[in-house]
């Protein structure tokens, strides 16, 4: 029953991503390409430049855009409840012991805890991302000759534009998609 | 203000805020401060904090939990239940959209060529995104944060541990360290 796997990986997503959007990336890169093969490396990188542009929260545009490629409009409808669900039962559970007590303590000393390996995860799912990037996959090891130097540059740049200019993630993906649709087309 | 309409506006306002915020929990966190706050007048500014760093507590993404939790301060389960589905709808419809026209154009030249651009951005984001938290672990000076980035770090790629795993130790950790902060803390007030 692909629509209850489809609800299941997405709702551990949804579980186990703390702190942010970006959290949730290892998981799904586990869950859909690892577990499942629901989704190739390509495609996964896909999603990601999708939700950049467009509007939400990654964990949500991932799950929609995945469970439709998987199992079309229904399956894109049964991620995104997965992905939702544990938002909706775990934030009220909180919500409940915090307007009863005011103090949540324990829970906000789990989470410091968690945040540096999150950072850790969120690098892990990275460097898949940013070996694609540059060697056009991610299996170890590579070859210097297969280095993408077009990218290389590509990269270089979005990179020095959000530091120095500020460039928002949106401003990242016009500049490089425009450059790609021309320096590609040319070489 | 009436039951009907308080939900209308909850939905309203949840789903205008998702369907034109780019970039995720920290960019519209702080338009939902301006509209609830300074607009509608529902919360005061310490209250919206209190609910900010409430969603942040829990997992899930931040502008989903972050909205749910004024839906439900202003109205209950059901407040809560309207303002998750004002928020998750615009991606949900977006996405939807983009995915099949993403199947029919994925093959095209040009778009791949535009793609892999992109491809070369998106490792840049990350990267940077990478560099800002983990510097954030860093700045706080503290040994145990910055040993716990380290050891998942080497444990997620070298040995390739579960995520889970991880999560569950650096978590036992953090519980660890809150008691003993807590306890330090009690020792200190009692020798006062």
């Known amino acids: 029953m692909i629509y209850l796997q489809l609800l299941i990986s997405f709702f551990q997503v949804g579980l186990f991503s703390f702190g942010g959007g970006y959290a949730a990336l290892p998981l799904i890169e586990q869950e859909l390409i690892h577990a499942h093969g629901w989704i190739t490396n390509q495609q996964f990188i896909d999603i990601l430049t999708l939700s950049e542009m467009t509007p939400g929260p990654i964990s949500i545009n991932a799950a929609t855009f995945a469970g439709n490629q998987v199992a079309g409009i229904f399956g894109g409808i049964v991620s995104t409840i997965g992905v939702t669900l544990p938002s909706i039962i775990i934030v009220q559970i909180l919500a409940y012991f915090y307007f009863k007590y005011s103090s949540l303590t324990m829970v906000q000393g789990i989470i410091q805890g968690v945040r540096p390996a999150v950072v850790a995860l969120i690098a892990s799912a990275g460097l898949t991302i940013f070996m694609t990037a540059m060697f056009g996959h991610s299996d170890w090891p590579v070859a210097f000759s297969e280095i993408n130097w077009v990218s290389v540059i590509f990269f270089a740049i979005g990179i020095f534009i959000m530091r120095k200019y500020k460039a928002s993630p949106i401003q990242v993906m016009i500049v490089t998609g425009i450059a790609g649709g021309i320096v590609y087309s040319f070489i | ?192």
């Open chain 2, 1 to 192: 203000m009436k039951k009907k309409e308080l939900y209308k506006t909850l939905f309203t306002s949840t789903l205008y805020l998702s369907t034109f915020t780019f970039g995720g929990g920290y960019v519209i966190v702080p338009l939902m401060e301006k509209k609830f706050v300074d607009d509608l007048g529902w919360l005061d500014q310490d209250e919206m904090l209190n609910l900010v760093a409430l969603g942040q507590s829990a997992p899930g993404p931040i502008a989903v939990n972050t909205s749910l939790l004024v839906g439900y301060r202003m109205a209950g389960v059901p407040g809560a239940l309207v303002t998750v589905l004002g928020t998750i709808l615009p991606p949900l419809i977006i996405m939807t959209i983009l995915s099949y026209i993403y199947m029919a154009v994925r093959d095209n030249v040009i778009v791949n060529n535009v793609l892999l651009g992109m491809q070369a951005g998106v490792a840049a984001i990350i990267v940077n995104v990478v560099y800002n938290m983990g510097s954030r672990v860093v700045k706080q000076r503290k040994a145990i944060p910055i040993l716990v980035m380290l050891a998942a770090l080497i444990a997620g790629i070298v040995f390739q541990v579960n995520i889970l795993w991880l999560l569950f130790f650096s978590a036992l950790i953090g519980a660890i360290t809150t008691v003993w902060d807590l306890k330090k803390e009690t020792d200190k007030e009692a020798d006062q």
